[in-house]
């Protein structure tokens, strides 16, 4: 399950209500920072908080992926990098950071000086596990198709894979192929074509409604058969349903549980506090 995090003024008891949330039912939790680093003992509590079976999947700093055009609180990308590894420690020391998921924006196409930053990113990153999505079009054209595949194989990029509605350059298509043996990672985002094109600004609440979106079960049976071969050529497969401006997110994630005959140990052994 995929939980957004946008960093309002009660942001930590949000953060915390969702994390115990999805705790009670599924692994892992995707925390999505928007605004900054997260503080240490923030991630120290979520860490606490959980079983040992849990992990966590961290978004990059909007700085480390050109999101933020503002001005950058470092003085440096090497500082940035290192405040935000440093961010990571506790889950690192509990053995819970499943990987670090780089979503670069809709602007970040397939050129040469774009791979040379993913290389100075995976430099930087120095052997935290990291995921790759691209929101541009162009890296998955005919003409670089196999070249980004390749590239992403060699440098080490676990593979975001995503299921999106198909709306122009911003989208990508569905291209279940792994590129890391030890973890693939799925994003569902849902299929809302209109949701997705709607503009993003305060009147048009596209929050509401982008990922407003139910999967019926003969698609996620499509995913099945897609996790079944992707299952040969990687170790682990984490998939996070994004699909909740509805609230649908949950029920997806469990009825695609029983559809993939999975079942977790000692999730709901206890209840924490949600707040």
């Known amino acids: ?14 953060c915390t209500r969702l994390i115990n949330i999805v705790y009670l039912v599924f692994i892992p939790i995707n ?16 860490v606490r908080e959980t079983p040992d079976s849990f992990k966590f999947i961290v978004k990059a700093y909007q700085g480390m992926t050109g999101h933020r055009r503002s001005e950058l609180p470092f003085e440096t990308k090497i500082e940035m990098f290192q405040a935000f590894k440093d961010s990571l420690k506790p889950y690192e020391d509990a053995n819970k950071l499943a990987m670090v998921l780089f979503q670069f924006p809709p602007w970040f196409d397939c050129r040469a000086e774009n791979v040379n930053y993913l290389r100075y990113c995976k430099k930087l990153m120095d052997g935290v596990p990291v995921a790759l999505k691209f929101r541009n079009q162009s890296w998955f054209s005919e003409q670089y198709y196999e070249g980004t595949l390749a590239f992403m194989e060699q440098e080490g990029w676990i593979h975001a894979i995503a299921d999106e509605p198909q709306a122009g ?3 990508i298509p569905i291209v279940p192929i792994a590129t890391n043996k030890g973890m693939t990672l799925i994003r569902m985002h849902g299929r809302n074509f209109h949701g997705w ?3 993003k600004n305060a009147e048009t609440n596209w929050r509401e409604v982008r990922y407003l979106y139910k999967y019926n079960e003969a698609e996620l049976l499509e995913w099945k058969k897609r996790i079944e071969e992707l299952a040969k050529q990687s170790k682990d497969i984490l998939v996070l ?3 909740n401006s509805g609230g649908d997110a949950a029920g997806n994630a ?5 559809l993939l005959d999975i079942e977790y140990d000692n999730l709901s052994a206890q209840q924490l506090r949600l707040f």
Do not use: C, H
């Open 1 to 14: 399950m995929n939980s957004l995090l946008y960093f309002p003024k009660n942001w930590e008891k949000i």
């Open 31 to 46: 925390i999505d920072i928007q605004l900054g680093v997260q503080p240490i003992q923030n991630a120290a509590k979520w």
């Open 169 to 171: 350059d911003g989208s």
């Open 197 to 199: 094109t709607k503009p």
């Open 241 to 243: 349903f994004n699909n």
């Open 254 to 258: 469990k009825e695609f549980q029983r």
